[in-house]
């Protein structure tokens, strides 16, 4: 049962990770198309995507 429980672990870790990773890319790919001088509106985004990511952790503890 132990090793049930750690494989599972380590499965959701992966998911965690390749959501992440999946947001990010997404995010670059949209920052990357906007104006230079879009100073803030880029730093909004990445802030929205480290929200995303947190509230994607915080679900996934809960499971």
Known sequence: MEQLHKH???LKE???RKQAKDLIME???EVQNMPDNCYH???QKFDD???RI?????ESDLL
């Open 54 to 58: 947190s509230g994607n952790l915080e």
């Open 49 to 51: 995507a480290c929200v």
């Open 8 to 10: 599972l672990e380590v």
């Open 14 to 16: 992966n998911v965690n």
């Open 27 to 29: 995010t670059l790919n």
């Open 41 to 43: 509106e880029v730093w």
